[in-house]
């Protein structure tokens, strides 16, 4: 295939813990689409980011394209046709990079199609930060009251993954206003729709995108990559878990792997711990006058948000 003909015609760069994954297996679903097996290859975004956490996250486990030759090898196998496609929703945060490398490297740079979704700010923050303990994402293991005293100088140093930095990834204002600077093309949607009616909002960015939508097979309401529990092993099956963890990954789906996953795994509730009222209000109040910023980039209606938002802030005083 022509090296220029494997660049993405459309991204979807974010916002984190806002429904990407979901979007990328839905859309992924379409005969006309084409998305990398990898669902976020973060290539635009650490060519020019000074913070090269998900490097170092990722080292020995998962090689993270760091070439243009490297990143273009992942659109070898779509069909002729076929609209290209990638989900990284750090994107969306790191703007800057994102841009620059876009503009400096993709031949169609004019003609990408960006999809953003968004979600409550402050949901996004309890949903990230369930995911951070999920993961063991947090190197100190922090609570959620001591990772917001501790953000300021954690991004000032630079050093860790985006996903640490929770309020700071929250304030998509600014975010987006960079996307619908640089692209004609952007569209804005948000979380409680795909929610509420993820078919109609699909076959919506099929049209966006430019495939039929009519061609999109049913995707359900399926809940992907959430964050409220975890798997942890049970008894023997924790030492021989740690042991073969790696060759897990690379034996195929099946049933018989099905079942040993049942057996000698089992879901545990994600314990964050009560967020204490003041620092919930806190959140409510500071995000309130974002969402307006919000309102005014996208044109959207967001007065559920701070509906919710003046709700909680009431019988939290």
């Given at each position: 295939?022509?090296?220029k003909s494997?660049?993405?015609?459309?991204i979807?760069?974010?916002?984190?813990?806002?429904?990407?994954?979901?979007?990328?297996?839905y859309?992924?679903k379409?005969?006309d689409v084409?998305?990398?097996?990898?669902?976020?290859?973060?290539?635009?975004?650490?060519?020019k980011?000074?913070?090269?956490?998900?490097?170092?996250?990722?080292?020995?486990?998962?090689?993270?394209?760091?070439?243009l030759?490297d990143?273009?090898?992942?659109?070898?196998?779509?069909?002729?046709?076929?609209?290209?496609?990638?989900?990284?929703p750090?994107?969306?945060y790191?703007?800057?990079?994102?841009?620059?490398?876009l503009?400096?490297l993709?031949?169609?740079?004019?003609?990408?199609?960006?999809?953003?979704?968004l979600?409550?700010?402050?949901?996004?923050?309890?949903?990230?930060?369930?995911?951070?303990?999920?993961?063991?994402?947090?190197?100190?293991?922090?609570?959620?009251?001591?990772?917001?005293?501790?953000?300021?100088?954690r991004?000032?140093e630079n050093l860790?993954?985006?996903?640490?930095?929770?309020?700071?990834?929250?304030r998509?204002?600014?975010?987006?206003a960079a996307?619908?600077?640089?692209f004609?093309?952007?569209?804005?949607?948000?979380y409680?729709e795909?929610?509420?009616?993820?078919?109609?909002?699909c076959?919506?960015?099929?049209?966006?995108?430019?495939?039929?939508?009519?061609?999109?097979?049913?995707v359900?309401?399926?809940?992907?990559?959430?964050?409220?529990?975890?798997?942890?092993?049970?008894g023997?099956?924790?030492?021989?878990?740690?042991f073969?963890?790696?060759?897990?990954?690379?034996?195929?789906?099946?049933?018989?792997k099905?079942?040993?996953?049942?057996?000698?795994?089992?879901?545990?509730p994600?314990?964050?711990g009560k967020v204490?009222?003041?620092v919930?209000?806190?959140?409510?109040?500071?995000?309130?006058?974002?969402?307006?910023?919000l309102?005014?980039?996208?044109?959207?209606?967001?007065?559920e948000w701070?509906?919710?938002?003046?709700?909680?802030?009431?019988?939290?005083?």
């Amino acid at each position: 295939m022509n090296e220029k003909s494997n660049f993405p015609d459309f991204i979807i760069v974010g916002a984190a813990k806002s429904g990407t994954t979901a979007l990328h297996k839905y859309l992924d679903k379409h005969p006309d689409v084409f998305l990398p097996v990898e669902k976020e290859l973060y290539f635009w975004q650490v060519r020019k980011n000074p913070n090269q956490a998900i490097i170092r996250h990722f080292e020995g486990r998962r090689n993270i394209p760091q070439t243009l030759v490297d990143y273009l090898v992942h659109y070898d196998d779509a069909k002729p046709g076929q609209k290209k496609g990638e989900a990284t929703p750090s994107y969306l945060y790191y703007y800057d990079c994102t841009i620059q490398s876009l503009r400096e490297l993709h031949p169609n740079f004019d003609q990408i199609k960006i999809i953003i979704i968004l979600r409550d700010p402050v949901d996004r923050i309890l949903s990230e930060f369930r995911f951070v303990k999920k993961l063991g994402l947090d190197p100190d293991d922090l609570s959620l009251e001591e990772s917001l005293e501790a953000e300021v100088g954690r991004k000032r140093e630079n050093l860790l993954l985006p996903d640490l930095f929770y309020t700071d990834v929250s304030r998509y204002a600014e975010q987006v206003a960079a996307y619908k600077k640089n692209f004609s093309a952007v569209e804005v949607i948000l979380y409680d729709e795909l929610k509420e009616d993820s078919q109609s909002l699909c076959e919506r960015l099929c049209n966006f995108i430019g495939v039929d939508p009519r061609k999109l097979p049913s995707v359900g309401n399926e809940v992907h990559n959430h964050s409220k529990t975890r798997k942890e092993a049970r008894g023997i099956a924790k030492p021989i878990a740690r042991f073969v963890g790696p060759l897990w990954k690379a034996i195929p789906a099946c049933k018989l792997k099905a079942r040993i996953r049942e057996m000698a795994f089992v879901e545990r509730p994600i314990e964050i711990g009560k967020v204490r009222p003041d620092v919930m209000k806190q959140l409510y109040e500071r995000f309130l006058p974002e969402i307006d910023e919000l309102e005014r980039v996208t044109g959207l209606d967001l007065s559920e948000w701070k509906t919710r938002y003046k709700s909680a802030i009431r019988d939290l005083s």
